[in-house]
């Protein structure tokens, strides 16, 4: 009998011990939090299509900015066409492009996990430059412009450095009015990929 009692205590003294030390253990583990507060700095590089005086052409984007949180993004950016485009409105052969720069602010309005949406929206100016066929001289800026554009980006994270994007959008001029060009030749909807590297 006094062999069964002192088994008996031994094991609940047994049980209680041990689980006492996988109580003092459970606090060693937090899952990992994604941090809502510090920022980073961030790189982007993006390409698309758009039209131009009723051509398709390509342009291609810079970025350069900080993700004040998971949240926000803000930054500047430069902006340059990769493919020439004709003019229409001139009789003569003349090829146009153009050039801006300003700055931007990224809102994530939707996350989950690797997968996010982005409301981005910029404001900048720029140069239209035209070059006439057989003009050695290359382009010349001949009009000044300012620009806004607002799209909505599908973002998904790749590694914990590189963000890989598909999106579109509008894209609005005002001031430009140069050799029959007006705004409305330059205003339109665009379609974009774009790379973002974050520290």
Same mark, same amino acid.
């Given at each position: 009998?006094?062999?069964?009692?002192?088994?008996?205590?031994?094991?609940?003294?047994?049980?209680?011990?041990?689980?006492?030390?996988?109580?003092?253990?459970?606090?060693?583990?937090?899952?990992?939090?994604?941090?809502?507060?510090?920022?980073?700095?961030?790189?982007?590089?993006?390409? @698309?299509?758009?039209?131009?005086?009723?051509?398709?052409?390509?342009?291609?984007?810079? =970025? +350069?900015?900080?993700?004040?949180?998971?949240?926000?993004?803000? @930054?500047?950016?430069? &902006?340059? +066409?990769?493919?020439?485009?004709?003019?229409?409105?001139?009789?003569?052969?003349?090829? +146009?492009?153009?050039?801006?720069?300003?700055?931007?602010?990224?809102?994530?309005?939707? =996350?989950?996990?690797?997968?996010?949406? &982005?409301?981005?929206?910029?404001?900048?100016?720029?140069?239209?430059?035209?070059?006439?066929?057989?003009?050695?001289?290359?382009?010349?800026?001949?009009?000044?412009?300012?620009?806004?554009?607002?799209?909505?980006?599908?973002?998904?994270?790749?590694? %914990?450095?590189?963000?890989?994007?598909? @999106?579109?959008?509008?894209?609005?001029?005002?001031? +430009?009015?140069?050799?029959?060009? %007006?705004?409305?030749?330059? =205003?339109?909807?665009?379609?974009?990929?774009?790379?973002?590297?974050?520290?």
């Amino acid at each position: 009998m006094k062999t069964k009692i002192l088994t008996t205590l031994l094991m609940a003294l047994t049980l209680a011990v041990s689980s006492h030390a996988e109580l003092q253990g459970s606090g060693d583990y937090q899952p990992k939090e994604e941090k809502s507060s510090g920022w980073s700095a961030l790189l982007g590089v993006s390409g @698309g299509n758009s039209l131009i005086a009723r051509d398709g052409t390509i342009f291609m984007n810079l =970025r +350069i900015g900080v993700a004040l949180n998971p949240y926000i993004s803000l @930054g500047a950016y430069s &902006s340059s +066409i990769f493919s020439d485009v004709k003019n229409p409105k001139v009789h003569h052969s003349q090829m +146009i492009d153009y050039h801006a720069f300003g700055i931007f602010a990224e809102p994530v309005v939707f =996350r989950n996990g690797l997968f996010s949406i &982005s409301l981005p929206v910029s404001l900048g100016f720029g140069e239209v430059n035209f070059m006439d066929k057989g003009d050695e001289d290359g382009f010349k800026a001949e009009d000044t412009f300012f620009v806004s554009d607002f799209s909505a980006q599908f973002n998904f994270r790749v590694t %914990k450095l590189l963000e890989v994007s598909v @999106g579109g959008g509008y894209r609005l001029f005002a001031g +430009i009015e140069a050799n029959n060009l %007006k705004n409305k030749d330059f =205003r339109t909807p665009f379609g974009e990929l774009r790379f973002t590297f974050k520290e």
